[in-house]
């Protein structure tokens, strides 16, 4: 086991935390599954509008893996089977029953179990950041156990109480891997399992990314893949083995600006953001949701739907000050700014601010150096490797280290450029663009 | 601010295309986002963005040239009447004399470079970038005040188009576009950028202080009078009327030279500014003091009467010349310089070198530091090559090792 210190990234401090650790138990009108959210996988069907399904029952699978399922995280009907451009599938909703019915396995291999009850979605491999090929031994796995990013609930709480099943689940995935299970911990909530390495990651976010963690401890080389996943799944693999069910309950932290009373919610995954924030948003019309954190969520809609691997509803004004003139001259101690030019330095930024979704200027070229760098804890330069994506120059990126790096690793340097470049996007389509050309 | 948004608003659909003015469309955008900072909200990635910006940057690199500009502006009058023999003009006429003396300059650099960048950004279909905000108002700066507006202007229009829109605009240019507007003034016109006619207005500005010019006069800058120093001995330094100059006055500024060259006291006041908002590098300026001290050291050392120049203390020649304002103002623009983080002080180190070098060594040229900055902004690339390579290397290296 090892400590390691990160010093580059930021801890940036919303309005809207939550306080506490009660939570209130909520059950949603409908839930719904979004094929969007696991990256590499093209969806077959199989259930159709009006069936009948218990949590558990396969929705879909994989077009090339047909054993990589996605299940449905709670029983009843299938409602609608949301469909966008070309037939693409946006969203498989359910109605849900008065009770869960759960679907029993009866596999007895844990990564048969995974496949078949749709766990196995839950995880992510590196490179190209998907959902685990079956077919490819995985060289580690990287388990993360604390959320860094900016208005997350803590972890801990998630797994409070199943030490047991984590234990378990560790167990299972030790036996996927030749090589180790290493599980990166918070200092502060350090987890004391066997069988696996447990390390530590003190630093700001993104301290708690998988990638941040894997490149620290042992990088991932060309043609080796490890897999991904947080101490939330590993849990819930503990418990599937152990009650042969899938584990489908968590908590979601309400949290943003525009949240009238921050709070925590125990719920079903997928579950419906009416529900999940009925009466709790000051004012809709001007709000982003935001399924996740503000880094790396997904914004959606007010009828949309808590989305994974998310545990996270945030709600941010979309714009607050309209027509501000001059605002590259402001002096307002209001906005806040890596860069000591702004006079929040000057009071302090560890006081939450107030965000709202505003591009801060034009896009433009990268000019200033360094900034990507210095929110990336991670052997890459950053800067050279977006610029290798942009021109996809393939054995560049290689060389540069794409098979490392997952979008989410940018999202602080997306955060921070003065250039407003949609780093995540650019990441995600170069890995893949390459996946493709790869295979 | 409504009324303000209204009226751009009615505006706006002229300048759309299809509209009335539609070639003047990007003009009219940059106007626009200059005055009320545009709603744009993030589409993609990241829900929230940091409040900089490139209008601020470049505004604060603006406001960290003013100590500069301004000094430069009262050492025209300053040196201007001392010239004329009325050194008792006081600071108000001084002032004034250098405003009136420059402004056409600087109104000058502006509307060339502005206007090919709208043209620029109008073919493109570009947004107006803010690059040449700060050209525009180096060029004047780093420039002889009796440099003809006319050449300015010419200068200014070959560096933007050919050192700056071939290369597709602000971000994307391999050379500084200041330096290359005074290297082809340099080049071009070599007895207008040198010598002893260049440094001190002489000429009364707009009908202002007219006078005739004192026989003590000479208006040799002080690097031009230690370049032809004859015999051995330190070069005594004189001002424009032949009275010795000290250490201190070389730093404060009041002697004869480029614009916002002279005062190194102002100069240090900018780099102050650039590093405690963070917008420039430390480690480039650093490096290029500590490059040019060590350079300046050694030739010092072994000083000799072939190369007069080398007979000055290492730290009067960081405050003589440009060198000074190219550390803090031209080394750290982060465009043409290196991007890496060791490359920088490689990078930065190298220009102090190189541009001690030619002034001591070369004697055709007073000044190296316009022509330091140019080179390195050359082998930029090629050192955050070897740098990013040596990562590359490491990572080859930890493959082939596990892969055994």
Redesign the interface.
Known sequence: MSNFKLKKGVN?S?EGAVSGTSTTQVSAKRYAVVPDDFTGIIPRLEVKEGDKVLAGDALYHDKNHPQIKISSPVSGTIEAIERGERRKILSIVILPDSENQFKVFNAKDAKELMLESGLWAAMRQRPYDIVPDPDVAPRDIFVTAFDSAPLAAPMSLQVAGKEEYLQKGIDALGKMTEGKVYVGCAPEAELSLKGCEVNTFAGPHPAGNAGVQLANVK?V????TVWTLDAVTVARLGELIATKKLPVETIVAVVGENVTTPKLVKCTMGADIASLTAGNIADVAGS?I?SGN????V?VAANGYLQFPYRQI?V?P??KN?????????LSPK????????TCRLFGTRKPFS????????????????EY?RMLPM???A??LIKAIIAFDIDKME???IYEVA?EDF?LA???????L????IVREGLDKLRKEMN | MKGLRKFLDKAKPNFMPGGKYQKFQSVFEGLETFLLTPNTVATSGVHIHDSNDSKRTMSVVILALMPALLFGIYNIGYQHYLAIGEAEAGFLAMFCFGLLALLPKIVVSYVVGLGIEFIGAQIRGHEIQEGFLVTGILIPMICPINTPVWMIAVATAFAVIFAKEVFGGTGMNIFNVALVTRAVLFFGYPSKMSGDAAFVATDPAFGMGAGTVTDAFTGATPLGQAAIHAGEGVPQLTNILGEPISTLDAFIGLIPGSVGEVSTLCILIGAAILLITGTASWKIMGSVFVGGFVMSLIANTFASAAYPVSMLAPIDQLCLGGFAFAAVFMATDPVTGARTETGKYIYGFLIGVLAILIRIYNGGFPEGAMLAVLFMNAFAPTIDYCVVNANINRRLKRAKATNK
Do not use: C, H
């Open positions: 940036l919303l990088p080389n060309k043609g080796e982003r935001i503000v880094l790396t969520g914004k945030t941010i979309e714009v309209d027509a501000e003139f001059m605002g590259w001259a402001s906005k806040f700014s890596l860069y000591r030019s702004f965000f709202d979704s505003k591009l801060n200027g034009g896009e433009r070229a990268i000019i200033m150096s360094g760098d052997d890459i330069y800067e050279y060389q540069l280290g979008p999202a997306e955060f921070a450029d003065t250039s407003k949609p780093l995540q996007r």
